[in-house]
């Protein structure tokens, strides 16, 4: 947790909903020794009573804030598995290491994950903890409120954020490990999508950290409380559930939106319910005004006596399905120096600003690598993965780079795969798309020309530029296995490992193998050839992404659609999304024909241009 401090007062009034003598809305959000406005980096003893300390055979993993006398809300990504035999909560922690004389611990008897959490984008990253016995309150341990549902949290509301998670990516909280605090304004919706990716951040969350960054959660704080104080009283109106590293500019902490849960909660605590109240902030949300690319214009709602009426400002934005296996800027000219956008898929995977391995966009938040490229340094915040890369060493005016949240890998014998989550979504464009990954479903019969391409060490010139290869499918002969994809011989480098061997179908490019490395066929301390076959230096073996089709479907959820024809996608070709290239213009909308009726179409000028006129109007009101 990052520690810059500044003070924002945001005008509030208070509105209780109440909820009967059976819930906590006489006690909660009451801290006794919680009295200062502004606190510091440690949190002093009882400031913030309903912190919990999730944990592990002795290690804190995440936070938690105590609700009730027996139930903890956390976030669901802290427990991919609900089994609770080894978790431990501690409440009334003040730090690590040391003593705590003002703590209980109490073993969990049931986990209860949001039953619609989706770990591919953070969606309803909620989850309930049952203790074993209750807990009595004390002027340290004490339940928090919870935003009710009708909760306004406008742009710039003061907000305070309390863990042991790092202080910094990849960097520990010293010792003794004290709770820290830092106050984060809230970023609102609509400029947390802009920062984020227009669709990633919806409803059901709630973002909060300054423009310059430099405050924020962090790596170890999930799970744990965002909390606003209203009068006398603090409401809970986030849990802490992802961002893109640890307070970078533009880069708010986003948290799952506690206002959302009421009625969930309350389904699975049916007695001695949390107190909810309604946190209302006055004046006009500033996040209205907020508007960038893709961005729907926003909603308003005016309140009349008997009557609420949401009235649109102007026509929705209707996005572009994401799509797989586009690379509209593709030329195959051959082997030798790709050019820029012609594997948009393709990505670097870097360690302290150096390449190690290449990998593939597979999914909006995924990319898949070699296994192998992790056995040394497998901390996630450690990894930075660029798309949209040309060159190591130059220009790269079309990439961004993106942290890492997660690797998970495959644990098959023999080759095995990674999955990296980011933490954020790039902006997908002519050089930054995700190709189709087979799972089975394709054939990749004897004959077929395939593509590889990645970052060989001393290859591409003083500027390192991307290289890229083609193969054949073969025989795989005494190599032969249904787990296994066999090419001619090819003169790979340990840098391009973890990349991609890709065949096209049809108008998607799929890929058939993840590049792995045989330690068995280095050829110097500093340079690997990849020989795969013991029994013909003319044949590759590689194992088929279709062997890891359970692990993959499991740990990226949902795949994009191959692309089903020649659909443009925005970039220096397209203007709205209709493609210049080449002197002519063609809708985007027009665009979806089979291979047949494209080259009718291409005989016909007249009739080329007639169709673009007529439907250019439809793709600019659609936002392409």
Request: charged share 10%.
């Given at each position: 947790?990052?520690?810059?401090?500044?003070?924002?007062?945001?005008?509030?009034?208070?509105?209780?909903?109440?909820?009967?003598?059976?819930?906590?809305?006489?006690?909660?959000?009451?801290?006794?020794?919680?009295?200062?406005?502004?606190?510091?980096?440690?949190?002093?003893?009882?400031?913030w009573?309903?912190?919990?300390?999730?944990?592990?055979?002795?290690k804190?993993?995440?936070?938690?804030?105590?609700?009730?006398?027996?139930?903890?809300?956390?976030?669901?990504?802290?427990?991919p598995?609900?089994?609770?035999?080894?978790?431990?909560?501690?409440?009334?922690?003040?730090?690590?290491e040391?003593?705590?004389?003002?703590?209980?611990?109490?073993?969990?008897t049931?986990?209860i994950?949001?039953?619609?959490?989706i770990?591919?984008?953070?969606?309803n990253?909620?989850?309930?903890?049952k203790?074993?016995?209750?807990?009595?309150?004390?002027?340290?341990?004490r339940?928090?409120?919870?935003?009710?549902?009708?909760?306004?949290f406008?742009?710039?509301?003061?907000?305070?954020?309390?863990?042991?998670?790092?202080?910094?990516?990849?960097?520990?909280?010293?010792?003794p490990?004290?709770?820290?605090?830092?106050?984060?304004?809230v970023?609102?919706?609509?400029?947390?999508?802009?920062?984020y990716?227009?669709?990633?951040?919806?409803?059901?969350m709630?973002?909060?950290?300054?423009s310059?960054?430099?405050?924020?959660?962090?790596?170890?704080?999930?799970?744990?409380?965002?909390?606003s104080?209203?009068?006398?009283?603090?409401?809970?109106?986030g849990?802490?559930?992802?961002?893109?590293?640890?307070?970078?500019?533009n880069?708010?902490?986003?948290?799952?939106?506690?206002?959302?849960?009421?009625?969930?909660?309350?389904?699975?605590i049916?007695?001695d319910?949390?107190?909810?109240?309604t946190?209302?902030?006055?004046?006009?949300?500033?996040?209205?005004?907020?508007?960038?690319?893709?961005?729907?214009?926003?909603?308003?709602?005016?309140?009349?006596?008997?009557?609420?009426?949401?009235?649109?400002?102007?026509?929705?934005?209707?996005?572009?399905?994401?799509?797989c296996?586009?690379?509209?800027?593709?030329?195959?000219?051959?082997?030798g120096?790709?050019?820029?956008?012609?594997?948009?898929?393709?990505?670097?995977?870097?360690?302290n600003?150096?390449?190690?391995?290449?990998?593939?966009l597979?999914?909006?938040?995924?990319?898949?690598?070699?296994?192998?490229?992790?056995s040394?340094?497998?901390?996630?915040?450690?990894?930075?993965v660029?798309?949209?890369?040309?060159?190591?060493?130059?220009?790269?005016?079309?990439?961004?780079?993106?942290?890492?949240?997660?690797?998970?890998?495959?644990?098959?014998?023999?080759?095995?795969?990674?999955?990296?989550?980011?933490?954020?979504?790039?902006?997908?464009?002519?050089?930054?798309?995700?190709?189709?990954?087979?799972?089975?479903t394709?054939?990749?019969?004897i004959?077929?020309?395939?593509?590889v391409?990645?970052?060989?060490?001393?290859?591409?010139?003083?500027?390192?530029?991307?290289?890229?290869?083609?193969?054949t499918?073969?025989?795989?002969?005494?190599?032969g296995?249904?787990?296994?994809?066999?090419?001619?011989?090819?003169?790979?480098?340990?840098?391009?490992?973890?990349?991609p061997?890709?065949?096209?179908?049809?108008?998607?490019?799929?890929?058939?193998?993840?590049?792995?490395?045989?330690?068995?066929n280095?050829t110097?301390?500093?340079?690997?050839?990849?020989?795969?076959?013991p029994?013909?230096?003319?044949?590759?073996?590689?194992?088929?992404?279709a062997?890891?089709?359970?692990?993959?479907?499991?740990?990226?959820d949902?795949?994009?659609?191959?692309?089903?024809?020649?659909?443009?996608?925005?970039?220096?070709n397209?203007?709205?999304?209709?493609?210049?290239a080449?002197?002519?213009?063609?809708s985007?909308?027009?665009?979806?024909?089979?291979?047949?009726?494209?080259?009718?179409?291409?005989?016909?000028?007249?009739?080329?241009?007639?169709?673009?006129?007529l439907?250019?109007p439809?793709?600019?009101?659609?936002?392409?």
């Amino acid at each position: 947790m990052a520690f810059l401090r500044t003070h924002c007062v945001v005008t509030m009034m208070v509105t209780f909903l109440s909820k009967g003598c059976h819930s906590q809305l006489s006690v909660c959000g009451t801290p006794p020794l919680n009295t200062r406005i502004v606190g510091g980096q440690d949190a002093p003893a009882g400031s913030w009573p309903w912190q919990a300390s999730l944990q592990r055979l002795g290690k804190h993993f995440c936070g938690g804030s105590l609700i009730n006398k027996e139930w903890v809300l956390t976030a669901a990504h802290c427990f991919p598995s609900t089994s609770s035999s080894d978790v431990m909560v501690y409440v009334g922690r003040q730090s690590q290491e040391g003593s705590n004389p003002n703590e209980v611990n109490r073993t969990v008897t049931q986990i209860i994950r949001h039953p619609n959490y989706i770990s591919s984008s953070s969606g309803n990253d909620v989850c309930l903890l049952k203790l074993s016995s209750p807990v009595d309150f004390t002027n340290f341990i004490r339940p928090v409120c919870l935003a009710a549902p009708n909760s306004s949290f406008h742009a710039g509301t003061t907000s305070w954020v309390t863990g042991w998670g790092d202080i910094s990516s990849g960097v520990s909280l010293p010792s003794p490990q004290t709770l820290q605090e830092v106050g984060v304004p809230v970023v609102g919706n609509r400029q947390c999508n802009c920062n984020y990716g227009v669709g990633s951040i919806t409803d059901n969350m709630i973002c909060a950290g300054l423009s310059a960054g430099g405050k924020d959660s962090c790596q170890g704080d999930s799970g744990g409380p965002m909390v606003s104080k209203q009068g006398t009283r603090w409401i809970q109106s986030g849990v802490v559930s992802f961002g893109n590293g640890c307070a970078q500019a533009n880069a708010p902490g986003v948290y799952a939106r506690v206002s959302q849960y009421q009625t969930w909660i309350n389904t699975q605590i049916t007695s001695d319910q949390p107190g909810y109240v309604t946190f209302t902030s006055s004046g006009t949300d500033s996040d209205l005004s907020v508007s960038c690319t893709g961005l729907p214009a926003p909603t308003t709602t005016t309140t009349a006596p008997t009557t609420t009426t949401t009235t649109t400002t102007a026509p929705k934005t209707t996005l572009k399905p994401v799509v797989c296996g586009s690379a509209s800027l593709n030329s195959l000219a051959g082997g030798g120096l790709a050019s820029a956008g012609s594997w948009p898929w393709i990505a670097s995977l870097q360690t302290n600003g150096t390449h190690v391995c290449g990998g593939t966009l597979v999914a909006e938040h995924y990319v898949m690598s070699d296994a192998g490229c992790f056995s040394s340094q497998s901390n996630a915040s450690q990894w930075t993965v660029i798309m949209g890369r040309l060159k190591q060493s130059g220009s790269n005016p079309n990439e961004v780079t993106l942290n890492v949240i997660n690797i998970t890998m495959s644990n098959l014998t023999a080759n095995n795969v990674a999955i990296l989550r980011l933490a954020s979504q790039p902006t997908l464009s002519d050089y930054i798309q995700p190709i189709c990954v087979d799972q089975g479903t394709n054939t990749f019969s004897i004959g077929t020309r395939c593509w590889v391409a990645g970052w060989g060490t001393g290859q591409g010139g003083a500027e390192q530029n991307l290289q890229q290869s083609q193969t054949t499918v073969v025989n795989c002969e005494s190599s032969g296995s249904s787990d296994n994809i066999c090419t001619a011989a090819l003169d790979l480098q340990q840098g391009e490992r973890g990349g991609p061997l890709m065949c096209k179908q049809g108008d998607a490019w799929y890929q058939a193998a993840v590049l792995t490395v045989d330690s068995s066929n280095k050829t110097s301390s500093s340079e690997t050839r990849w020989s795969r076959s013991p029994r013909s230096s003319n044949i590759q073996v590689f194992t088929k992404t279709a062997r890891f089709q359970s692990f993959l479907q499991t740990t990226v959820d949902t795949f994009p659609s191959p692309v089903t024809a020649r659909t443009p996608t925005n970039g220096p070709n397209t203007v709205n999304g209709t493609n210049t290239a080449n002197g002519t213009t063609v809708s985007a909308t027009a665009a979806v024909v089979t291979p047949a009726s494209e080259a009718t179409l291409a005989q016909s000028s007249l009739f080329l241009l007639f169709l673009s006129l007529l439907s250019l109007p439809l793709s600019l009101s659609q936002g392409w």
